[in-house]
């Protein structure tokens, strides 16, 4: 498991098992394990993220209900805007271990998916100080998750995928009037380079998440 959290497809898509299915079924203690990490560090900009990802768009499934449930015992999980399962992390759940069910968009195949991004979205001015940092922030998470050694080993993190509702935004200006373009799967790529010597990015609209970017 070490090795595969070191991978940048485990970044963008990892601990994949893809279904056609609608109704996914997980013990609580299977989150838990990867989840914890956003507890060392709650002052870190990046965190691990639970998601179900539409294989044909790439883009976040819509989450129709989430819950926890054992015997007598029921509780809904919130859903964030942009399709994150906002599975609670607490020891005392994890003695209890009860099943985590998420039922997901009927007409997606939807594959389930943890993922290293950014807690707040971006959005309005970006400079390199801020890329940086979070970018710093997300090697330590990725390190955390592999295990002791795992950061003589990581691919180094050299810039974020930015990720936006399909056809919300085409293209995005630099200040120094290069254009960073936006996929048909809303994703733009913005690196530490991008931003040398001064050069901002302005982004219009919000992210739906903002993802480390390692080249393959």
């Known amino acids: 498991m070490k090795t595969r959290f070191l991978t940048a497809a485990l970044l963008i898509a990892g601990l994949s098992s893809s279904a056609f299915a609608q109704e996914y079924m997980f013990t609580y203690s299977k989150l838990y394990s990867p989840l914890k990490h956003n507890l060392k560090n709650p002052n870190s900009e990046a965190k691990v ?25 029921y509780e809904d999980i919130m859903i964030s805007d942009n399709g994150e399962v906002n599975v609670p992390v607490d020891d005392n759940l994890k003695s209890a271990n009860p099943l985590v069910y998420i039922h997901t968009q009927k007409e997606a195949r939807c594959d389930y998916s943890l993922v290293v991004l950014s807690k707040k979205p971006f959005y309005g001015q970006v400079d390199y100080a801020k890329l940086d940092s979070l970018t710093v922030q997300m090697q330590e998470v990725l390190g955390e998750l592999g295990g002791m050694f795992s950061s003589w080993f990581a691919p180094d993190i050299e810039g974020v995928t930015l990720e936006f509702k399909p056809d919300e935004l085409h293209q995005i200006m630099l200040s120094n009037g ?16 991008d931003l040398s010597d001064g050069v901002t990015l302005a982004i219009p609209v919000e992210t739906q998440r903002v993802m480390p970017f390692i080249k393959k």
Not at 178 to 193: C, D, N, T
């Open 178 to 193: 290069k254009v960073i373009p936006v996929s048909e799967q809303g994703k733009a790529v913005l690196k530490l380079a």
């Open 49 to 73: 993220g639970l998601f179900f990802t539409n294989f044909a768009t790439k883009q976040p499934c819509r989450i129709e209900k989430a819950w926890m449930e054992k015997e007598q015992h």
